[in-house]
Nanobody, 115 residues
Framework: QVQLVESGGGLVQPGGSLRLSCAAS????????MSWYRRAPGKERELVAR???????DYADSVKGRFTISRDNAKNTVYLQMNSLKPEDTAVYYCNAELLYTYYWGQGTQVTVSS
C-alpha cells in the first residue's frame, strides 16, 4: 500500500527554523520526483520545492535561499529544511510523489509561524 507520512511541523517564531520529513513506502521511491506543496488558509495549493529522481531542484521564488529540499533514497525519505521562517509561511505542508501521470499525496503537517 502506498503511503506518504509527513512529520516535523509545529509552532515557531519568525526567523526560526523547522525541518519537515516525509516517509514513503509502497512504491519505487528512487524513481519518483519528490515535492513539497503547501496550502495557506483561503489560498490555493502551491508548489514549494521539488527534487527530481536525478538530482535537479526547483523552488518557489518566495522560499529561494531559505528552504532546502533533500532526499535519502536509502531511507525512502524526503526532507524540507526551512530557515528564516516568516508568518506568510504558515500553511499545511504536503508531501507529493510524481512519476509521469502518477501522483501520490500525504496527509499534511501544520506549520505555524507566529510571535
Amino acid at each position: 500500500q502506498v503511503q506518504l507520512v509527513e512529520s516535523g511541523g509545529g509552532l515557531v517564531q519568525p526567523g526560526g527554523s523547522l525541518r519537515l520529513s516525509c516517509a514513503a513506502s509502497g512504491f519505487a521511491f528512487s524513481s519518483y520526483a519528490m515535492s513539497w506543496y503547501r496550502r495557506a488558509p483561503g489560498k490555493e495549493r502551491e508548489l514549494v520545492a521539488r527534487r527530481s529522481a536525478f538530482g535537479s531542484t526547483d523552488y518557489a521564488d518566495s522560499v529561494k535561499g531559505r528552504f532546502t529540499i533533500s532526499r535519502d533514497n536509502a531511507k525512502n525519505t524526503v526532507y524540507l529544511q526551512m530557515n528564516s521562517l516568516k508568518p506568510e509561511d504558515t500553511a499545511v505542508y504536503y508531501c507529493n510523489a510524481e512519476l509521469l501521470y502518477t501522483y501520490y499525496w500525504g496527509q499534511g503537517t501544520q506549520v505555524t509561524v507566529s510571535s
